[in-house]
């Protein structure tokens, strides 16, 4: 029989329609692909041969539980660099991708009855993660008009004698939102709780800077990684920074259920962050690009993006000028525009009514997406 816990457990719509997507390629259908957050751009060559050479080399053994000295000292160097905070390698565990991270994170910090709060639009996966560990997330609305900026005291009027951490991820998928340095800062002195701050998307950002909230408090849990920045999501390599305190628990949990993070991976790891960064600019400029012609086309046709958005690569466009359902919408664009997008439910109920455009997919496709889904909405009856 199947655990009771996973008969309730919800479905990530996202990887929903990116198998329908998939299955009606196999099929020989023209489908364009708007709905994973996965980049277009191949992982660079440097990072590539690093990972070549430490296979040659037989770096193939198990690494530490925490993972190799070498890529968290070198993930110090970084937030030394770009956010000129101090951590040390001790503070670091290095995983197979950020939702490893969360796992671990999770299962060191919350008991059953905990409340996590977050916002609403967030990330499908957070409350999924909590509920799983018999805790409760409670949400913070944040809104379209604003560009989906949190509300510093909306979040601290939800705060419970059950609120265990405030979860906050900048830049924001699915919004795209860029939260501010003195937003960042006023939500890590409004209690003295641990904050949980998801950011993978940081160093994909427009205007508005992206900020570490290591750069206000220490008692945070950092997750990171090098799928988006790196365009390196197949190679699963991600890490947790977290307070000192907890690094052995999560060791020990590291040791039992994973082991360690790949090895040959974790080198490559290491040059990426130390290697050439030029195509990291190359990236941003282009999904910048992308950005600015997405976001009119949408207005256009009668989505609603009131505020374009600073970070990442999503829109989170109203479509209630069109449907109020947005999963049956999503499935519908896709039957008859053979365009795949992300219903907006997926992120929280205060996003139904939306959905979720990714732009990491090439301008010619963003073009034809655009111009199948118009003359979609123009026939619909």
């Not at 997926?346 to 732009?359: C, T, V």
């Amino acid at each position: 029989m199947v655990s009771e816990r996973l008969k309730q457990f919800p479905p990530f719509y996202a990887m929903e329609i990116l198998g329908k997507a998939k299955e009606l390629q196999r099929k020989g259908e023209d489908i364009i692909r708007l709905e994973i957050g996965e980049p277009d751009f191949k992982t660079s060559d440097n990072i590539v041969q690093a990972g070549i050479k430490a296979l040659q080399e037989g770096k193939t053994k198990y690494t530490s539980s925490l993972g190799l000295i070498e890529l968290r000292q070198a993930i110090c160097d970084y937030y030394k660099r770009k956010y000129n905070v101090d951590i040390t390698p001790d503070r670091i565990v290095i995983c197979n991708g950020t939702s490893h991270a969360m796992f671990l994170m999770f299962s060191s910090l919350i008991e059953q009855g905990d409340e996590v709060l977050m916002s609403d639009p967030h990330y499908a996966c957070y409350p999924n993660f909590t509920s799983f560990f018999n805790s409760t997330p409670i949400y913070s609305n944040v809104n379209g008009e604003d560009g989906f900026q949190y509300n510093v005291e909306d979040f601290q009027s939800k705060l419970t004698a059950k609120t265990k951490s405030i979860m906050i991820n900048s830049p924001s998928n699915p919004t795209g939102a860029v939260q501010s340095k003195q937003t960042i800062r006023a939500l890590t002195e409004i209690s003295k709780l641990p904050i949980i701050s998801d950011e993978i998307y940081q160093g994909i950002s427009y205007g508005e800077k992206d900020h570490s909230t290591l750069e206000f408090t220490e008692n945070a849990f950092i997750m990171n990684g090098f799928s988006k920045l790196y365009a390196m999501t197949g190679w699963r390599l991600g890490y947790l920074i977290a307070p000192k305190e907890y690094i052995r628990p999560i060791e020990k949990l590291q040791q039992n259920f994973f082991l360690c993070a790949n090895t040959f991976v974790q080198w490559a790891g290491i040059e990426a962050l130390n290697g050439p960064q030029d195509q990291i600019k190359e990236m941003v400029d282009t999904y910048n690009k992308r950005r600015k012609f997405i976001v009119p086309r949408l207005n256009e046709m009668g989505f609603k993006v009131k505020k374009e958005p600073e970070g990442a690569y999503y829109v989170l466009a109203d479509c209630k000028e069109f449907s109020n359902d947005s999963l049956s919408f999503a499935e519908e664009i896709l039957k008859n525009a053979k365009v795949s997008v992300t219903p907006g439910i997926d992120f929280g109920q205060n996003a139904e009514g939306h959905i979720r455009f990714s732009y990491s997919n090439s301008i010619e496709n963003i073009k034809e997406g655009m111009n199948r889904l118009e003359s979609f909405l123009k026939n619909r009856k």
